[in-house]
C-alpha cells in the first residue's frame, strides 16, 4: 500500500514539473515570437533552482548576450506567490547569409567567387548580414573578413564612380555662355559629391559637383 501511496505521488510530481516546464516554455516561445518574430525558435532551455508545481507565471525580467538568455519568472500556485523560476536558453532564427570564402583583406573588391551562403543563427550575430550577392560582390571591404566569417554591410562600399587621378571633363555656365576644361580629379568621388579638381591646363584648383554624366559642374557658376 505504501509503495502504491508513492508511486501515486511521484506520478503527481513529475506531472506538475512537465506542466510547470511546458508553462515556462510556452511563455518564453510567445517572447521570442513577440520579439523576433514567428520564425524565432528555443534551441536549448535549462531550468535553475529547485521549486515545487505552479500553474501560472510572469516574466519580471530578462537579460541577453547574443543568442542566450536569461529569463526570471514569478511563479504562482492557485493565484499565490510561491516563488521564483530563472531559466536559461537559447533562442535562433536561421538562415542563409553570405560569408567569406577566404581571408579578405580591407579594400579588396568581391567577387563571386570570394563569398557563399551558409545558415547561421542570426541573434548570434553583430553585424548587419547580406542574404543577397547583389549586397556583396563588387563592392570594396573597409575591414578584413577571416575566412567564414559573415559579411558585414557595414563595411562593405561601392567602388567610387571617379578614382583620384582620372581625368575629367569641368563645365562652368556664365550667363549665356558654357565653358569646358579638362580636369584631374584629386580624391575618388561618387555621383552627387563635392569633388577638388585641379585644371590641367592652368593648374588650378577648383571645386564642383560630380554629375550623372561623370562631368564636374563648377561651384558658383
Not at 501511496?5 to 512537465?18: A, K, R
Not at 566569417?149 to 555656365?173: N, S, W
Not at 555621383?191 to 579638381?197: C, D, P
Request: charged content about 20%; glycine content about 8%.
Amino acid at each position: 500500500m505504501k509503495g502504491l501511496v508513492l508511486t501515486v505521488v511521484l506520478i503527481l510530481i513529475f506531472t506538475g514539473y512537465c506542466f510547470a516546464s511546458e508553462l515556462l516554455i510556452q511563455t518564453i516561445e510567445k517572447f521570442a515570437t513577440e520579439n523576433f518574430g514567428p520564425e524565432a525558435t528555443i534551441v536549448s532551455l535549462q531550468i535553475k533552482g529547485q521549486l515545487g508545481p505552479f500553474d501560472e507565471v510572469q516574466l519580471t525580467s530578462y537579460s541577453r548576450s547574443k543568442s542566450f538568455f536569461s529569463f526570471l519568472f514569478k511563479a504562482y500556485r492557485e493565484k499565490k506567490f510561491c516563488g521564483y523560476v530563472r531559466v536559461e536558453c537559447e533562442l535562433a532564427i536561421f538562415a542563409e547569409v553570405l560569408i567569406a570564402n577566404r581571408t579578405v583583406r580591407s579594400g579588396e573588391v568581391l567577387g563571386n567567387n570570394d563569398v557563399t551562403f551558409q545558415k547561421v543563427n542570426l541573434l548570434a550575430l553583430n553585424v548587419e548580414y547580406c542574404a543577397e550577392l547583389d549586397q556583396v560582390v563588387g563592392k570594396i571591404a573597409r575591414k578584413m573578413f577571416r575566412q567564414n566569417e559573415p559579411l558585414d554591410a557595414r563595411y562593405l562600399m561601392k567602388p567610387p564612380d571617379v578614382k583620384a587621378g582620372q581625368l575629367l571633363t569641368a563645365r562652368v555656365t556664365i550667363g549665356p555662355i558654357v565653358a569646358t576644361a579638362q580636369v584631374r580629379a584629386m580624391r575618388d568621388a561618387y555621383i552627387g559629391e563635392k569633388i577638388s579638381v585641379r585644371n590641367v591646363s592652368s593648374g588650378a584648383l577648383i571645386e564642383g559637383l560630380l554629375q550623372e554624366d561623370l562631368t564636374v559642374l563648377v561651384i558658383g557658376g
